[in-house]
């Protein structure tokens, strides 16, 4: 999880939603060329929706933002989405 911002989170339940990297590191080994630690890995971006009970996270779901999204892409955001605001209102997800 990568709630770590340090801004002051309001009591209940509550959602947040941004823009979010993942970097991904594709080798263990170090480079043989020397070259710079940050060639090694890939950013892929995402939203992160973070999940927060009387201030404290207790939950992250990070969902893949590509360039050209496909229906399906968007259609898991807004199941994401909604799931995550039916949490915060305290409820389940009513059947749709």
């Excluded at 709630?3 to 594709?26: I, S």
């Excluded at 360039?67 to 995550?84: F, G, V």
């Amino acid at each position: 999880m990568d709630g770590t911002d340090q801004q002051p989170r309001p009591p209940g339940r509550w959602v947040g939603v941004r823009l979010h990297y993942r970097h991904v590191r594709m080798d263990d080994r170090p480079c043989a060329t020397g070259c710079p630690e940050d060639e090694l890995t890939v950013s892929y971006p995402g939203i992160l929706i973070s999940s927060y009970d009387d201030g404290e996270l207790v939950e992250e779901r990070w969902v893949p933002l590509g360039a050209d999204p496909s229906e399906e892409d968007d259609e898991a955001l807004i199941e994401q989405l909604r799931a995550a605001l039916w949490w915060q209102l305290g409820e389940t997800q009513p059947d749709t």
